[in-house]
């Protein structure tokens, strides 16, 4: 596609009701790369809670509420149509795939950013929150930070991998789990879930324990999970844990859900020297992680700690195991007018894996 092929008036799916589950379809003008920006004509988009919690303004953790007319999404995968000023060098050119992730640029300059913590970047720009997400068919990107879609690697399938993969793929990493340890997850079924149980238990080499929902057991199992406790069916999770590692308990504990009970229960699950990973951001209200007091923590050498999706190095391992058939995302795809009826599925919990935006 040509400069001159390009349209002046594209689509997209912009929050029209911020506050709210509400999505419009709406005709936008086509945007030119600025100085390091790439023009990336979309194919698809991931769907995630993240962006749920964007539009409803739930996340008391941003600094402004959401904007009427913000374009979501942060899981965009497409090919480069155009290059703006100064992108020599850079990596990528035209007809190249990329992807866009959660956090759509970093300074490279602060701190956090020497540190390799792309997601703490003080000045970084999230994708789909005051900044133009993926929910559209055309998106701008810093050539230098997009990140490159292996060949083979459906498109459809690749999208998730730029949040939900690269996600869990770094919070597994911070468990300090090894191969043969045990890892329990909490939402093991979910979008993020269901792709950690294939990573730790496939590509990591983990004996895995996934929890969720008993409708989320086949997917659980189907994903390599070697035990699937259902929390509607288990009347005391911490315990029936502890029985299936032998009475000590998990090595690692990965909470993937943004229910507080999962969070109250995880210390409890592990073992002398175990870690919690929180992943997941309950909205509204605060997270009473019980059981974590020093003593405990002390006496049991425990560890708690956060994970923000990952950086630019752990996106393209990502999308490696993905490339090779290690990981595979269970999603099914939707066209942009669906979007309100996939977030209103999400809000009532009855979506099983994950949903991909068809954006042509």
């Known amino acids: 596609m040509t400069s001159a092929e390009l349209p002046k008036k594209y689509k997209a799916a912009v929050y029209d009701k911020p506050g709210s589950i509400s999505t419009k379809i709406e005709e936008l003008d086509l945007p030119e790369p600025g100085p390091g920006e790439v023009l990336i004509n979309l194919t698809h988009s991931g769907v995630c809670h993240s962006d749920m919690g964007v539009m409803m303004n739930s996340w008391s953790m941003l600094p402004a509420p959401t904007q009427p007319g913000q374009v979501g999404g942060h899981e965009g995968v497409g090919k480069i149509v155009k290059l703006g000023a100064g992108t020599e060098g850079s990596g990528v050119k035209l007809g190249d795939r990329v992807g866009i992730k959660w956090m759509a640029g970093v300074c490279n300059a602060c701190e956090a950013c020497r540190a390799g913590i792309d997601a703490s970047c003080f000045n970084g720009k999230i994708s789909g929150y005051y900044t133009p997400g993926t929910f559209q068919q055309y998106a701008l990107g810093p050539a ?44 093991a079924g979910g979008g993020l879930g269901h792709l950690a149980v294939q990573f730790s238990a496939r590509g990591l080499g983990h004996r895995v324990i996934g929890i969720d929902h008993s409708s989320k057991k086949d997917i659980v199992l189907e994903s390599g999970a070697e035990h699937f406790l259902p929390i509607d ?21 990965l909470v993937l859900t943004a229910n507080n009970a999962a969070y109250g229960s995880s210390i ?17 209200e605060p997270v009473p992680i019980k059981s974590a007091y020093p003593s405990t923590l002390v006496g049991k050498s425990l560890s708690v700690v956060g994970s923000a999706v990952g950086d630019r190095k752990e996106a393209i391992e990502t ?9 595979k995302t269970h999603y ?13 599925e999400m809000h009532d919990g009855t979506l099983k894996g994950r949903v991909v935006l068809d954006l042509q």
Request: proline share 4%; net charge neutral; with cysteine.
């Open 144 to 187: 230098n930070y997009v990140t490159p879609i292996p060949e083979g690697l459906d498109s459809a399938a690749a999208a998730p991998m730029l949040c939900a993969g690269v996600t869990v793929y770094s919070a597994l990493k911070k468990s300090n789990a090894v191969a043969g340890n045990w890892v329990a997850l909490l939402g």
């Open 268 to 284: 409890d699950m592990l073992r002398f020297g175990g870690r919690v990973v929180c992943v997941g951001i309950p909205e509204n």
């Open 233 to 253: 069916g288990t009347d005391d999770i911490v315990n029936a844990v502890k029985e299936l590692t032998g009475g000590l308990g998990v090595h690692a504990v």
């Open 319 to 327: 999308l490696d195991f993905a490339a090779r058939g290690i990981v």
């Open 332 to 344: 099914r795809t939707e066209k942009m007018d669906k979007l309100t009826d996939v977030f209103k």
